[in-house]
């Protein structure tokens, strides 16, 4: 399993937005579609939960080191993994 997940659906601009600064920054990571599985879109409704912002189908969802970020900008997803803008 990949030390990186990331929670995401097609249509979603925010989830290419992420996955597109992950590649760029050559950060692998396991992709989970919540479009293919319903239980995934469940998994982010909890995942949010957990994050403080209730009960939402907020996405990305990437999962690092045990930290939950959900919908992350460029500049949070810099700051969790180190690296400079």
Known sequence: ????????????????????????HDIAFEERNIMTDAALAEEVVQFNIEAGFGPKRRIPII????????EPSNDEL????????
């Open 63 to 70: 999962l690092h080191q045990g930290r939950i970020l959900s």
């Open 78 to 85: 810099a700051e969790e993994f180190g690296i400079t803008l």
């Open 1 to 24: 399993m990949s030390e990186v997940i990331v929670y995401s659906a097609d249509w979603c601009g925010d989830c290419v937005r992420a996955k597109n600064f992950l590649k760029q």
